[in-house]
């Protein structure tokens, strides 16, 4: 389960398989106190279990590899979709590694909000189903925190070092590194013939991404609505001159929505647990100056949906979407459904910090930060893991019946669903239950666990 770097490597990996296990079957507090009141272990010493995090006694990158060899395994076929989206978890110590003064993503459109808080890097790999609908499960988690600015009474050295890091430090050139090493590791196992298709949102769709993309690799991403983009060049100068990079302007985002002899077109998508259809004018190829003049790309403009708050209400709209593709000749439906898909990443980020208890390890060194938060995402990961091994197996019976108030049937487990039978299926035979009209456990004597069930559920102290 686990690769640790220091010696005895048995009991690193065994204290650190306790804590990943209790981290998801935990009913209090996430913090490592609550991970060993989980596992029995309130009454022992405390200070290796910390030590392990703070000293670089587990490597959290280790516990993804498992999970992105299966995922890539699985999906032998077609691209390889991954997202990325960085995210912020609330702090409120000061002296904690990372923390700093960060608007809020959450506040309102009208007023910026700042809050103090630590950002991440996270990438997720789609693990598609066979009707079109995809679950992203988590592969990658890089913690990318905002330098502090140098105090007033700074050298001159020392203000060009916050600005050298401070360039390193961005989300833009931590994402690229990140889909750098993510590449790597697909050519050196066995899928360098696979393309990385890497669906971003707004924030990553800029020069600094697009220019360093490496072979093999193309980017999926929102544009603003008056990008200037240029066709291509018609044709070579006859003599003397510099070669043309880019051709006439093309029109604006805004423009192609509003331009009626450019026709719509309908794909069928997977979306919201049901097929769809979406409207999307397509325009291609181009060039930006953004991305530089060795990258064609083409412009997808999706429609804005109308729906109504009530069965008589007035009809609005939602938002259009514009969308780019480093890959001019990608198959249209299979663009939109990958971008589609990258929203899952958003649920990861709720179900990490709310179910999972992301963040709320009271740890302040840079190590422990990177790989208690590490730890807890691998461990998510897992989750999402054996859930879709036990669909592909077809093994996805649930120990405990649906409540009677869920009468829709999920379109798939969530991770509470996850979460609650793994609950059962380690403490139903050591606490003897038998209800819910299930049968009889045939083996009356307890299986050694490494939860414990009784001081899980006696000194749970508040829930997160």
């Not at 899928?191 to 697009?210: K, M, Y």
């Not at 009209?437 to 939860?451: A, G």
Request: glycine residues 6%; contains cysteine; aromatic residues 8%.
């Amino acid at each position: 389960m686990a690769q640790v770097r220091t010696a005895p490597e048995t009991r690193n990996a065994d204290r650190l398989a306790r804590h990943v296990l209790s981290r998801l079957v935990c009913l209090g507090s996430h913090t490592i106190t609550g991970l060993l009141s989980t596992s029995g272990r309130q009454f022992h010493d405390w200070s290796a279990d910390y030590r392990l995090y703070g000293h670089n006694r587990v490597d959290p990158q280790a516990l993804f590899e498992p999970v992105r060899d299966w995922l890539c395994r699985q999906n032998s076929s077609g691209p390889v979709v991954m997202a990325m989206d960085d995210t912020r978890v609330r702090k409120s110590g000061k002296k904690t590694h990372g923390v700093k003064y960060t608007r809020d993503p959450m506040g309102p459109p009208f007023h910026v909000n700042f809050i103090q808080a630590q950002r991440f890097l996270q990438m997720s790999t789609a693990c598609a189903g066979p009707s079109g609908e995809a679950r992203m499960i988590p592969i990658d988690w890089r913690h990318a925190p905002v330098p502090r600015k140098p105090k007033p009474s700074a050298t001159a050295e020392e203000i060009a070092r916050y600005q050298e890091h401070e360039k390193r430090c961005r989300i833009s050139e931590v994402g690229v590194g990140r889909i750098a090493h993510l590449r790597t590791w697909l050519d050196k196992n066995g899928a360098e013939h696979r393309t990385l298709r890497t669906v971003v949102e707004g924030s990553f769709t800029n020069r600094t991404v697009l220019k360093h993309l490496p072979e093999n690799t193309t980017l999926v991403g929102r544009i603003r609505s008056d990008a200037k983009l240029y066709h291509l060049p018609d044709q070579e100068p006859d003599g003397r001159g510099r070669r043309r990079v880019y051709g006439l302007p093309a029109p604006t985002p805004e423009q192609l929505r509003q331009d009626e002899t450019h026709r719509w077109k309908t794909v069928d998508v997977f979306f919201g647990g049901e097929m769809r259809q979406v409207d999307v004018k397509q325009l291609g190829p181009l060039r930006w100056r953004a991305a530089g003049e060795n990258l064609d790309l083409q412009l997808l403009v999706l429609r804005p949906i109308p729906y109504r708050t009530t069965a008589t209400g007035k009809k609005l709209y939602r938002n259009p979407a514009y969308l780019i593709c480093t890959d001019p000749e990608a198959e249209l439906q299979e663009v939109i459904q990958h971008y589609l898909w990258r929203w899952d990443i958003e649920v990861n980020f709720r179900d990490e910090k709310t179910l999972l208890g992301g963040g709320k390890a009271q740890v302040r060194t840079q190590a422990a930060v990177e790989n208690v938060t590490g730890t807890a995402v691998a461990a998510y990961a897992m989750l999402l893991l054996a859930g879709a091994m036990c669909r592909e197996n077809n093994t996805n019976r649930l120990h405990l019946p649906a409540p009677k108030w869920q009468r829709r049937k999920p379109k798939r487990l969530t991770t509470t669903t996850l979460v609650q039978n793994l609950r059962y299926e380690l403490w139903a035979q050591s606490i003897h239950f038998s209800g819910f009209n299930l049968k009889t456990l045939l083996n009356s004597k307890p299986e050694k666990i490494p939860t414990t069930p009784e001081s899980a559920l006696f000194y749970a102290n508040r829930y997160s």
